[in-house]
């Protein structure tokens, strides 16, 4: 299925640093910066309300929904850029994918925490795609074992399995806005 993709990890991902060159990755992080509405979520913890650490955007083939974490996000259609680069994901990648949730990472401040992406039905494998500044992300392989430290480089690929745990933690470093797009197929 990784056509194009090494597994170069030595485990179930597949990472390619450069999977658009610089100048198509400069490109795409200014457009989407720049073009899309960008969405503040909030969630309840214990009675309290609180923004959640990052902004959120979405496209995907129309009329399908993505809930997660309580909140719904509905799909009307695609973004030409995104669905250009969703085939490009399939051909190089051979994954199909019909969704595609976009986070926006301010600063080191904005962060995700630890979770799996084991919405029921929806297949497992996601094309993570990063661009702007590179940030620390970890991958928790099983139950004991030590959790994995990637550096997600401006315009790489990541091809994960969301069904194991997964994190972006914050950061005190100095780090440039960064925005990361996670390809799915929700069924
Ligand atoms: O920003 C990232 O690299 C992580 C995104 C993520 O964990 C997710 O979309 O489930």
Known sequence: MQRGIENNTGGRHFYRPGFLDRSAADQLLSRLSGELVWLSETFSLYGRTSAVPRLV???????????????????SGWHPEL?????EIHARCGLETNFVLLNRYRDGQDSMGWHTDDESG???????????????????PGAGRPSVRWDLEHGSLLLLD?????????????????????????E
Request: proline share 6%; aromatic share 10%; charged share 25%.
């Open 122 to 140: 929806h297949r497992p494998l996601v094309a993570s795609l990063s661009l702007g500044g590179a940030r620390r992300f970890l991958t928790r």
């Open 83 to 87: 669905d250009a680069l969703r085939q």
């Open 57 to 75: 955007s979405w496209f995907g083939d129309p009329g399908l929904n993505y809930r997660y974490a309580g909140s719904d996000h509905l799909s």
């Open 162 to 186: 969301g069904r194991e745990p997964h994190s972006l933690p914050k950061t005190r470093r100095a780090v440039a806005e960064r925005i990361n797009l996670s390809f799915r197929f929700l």
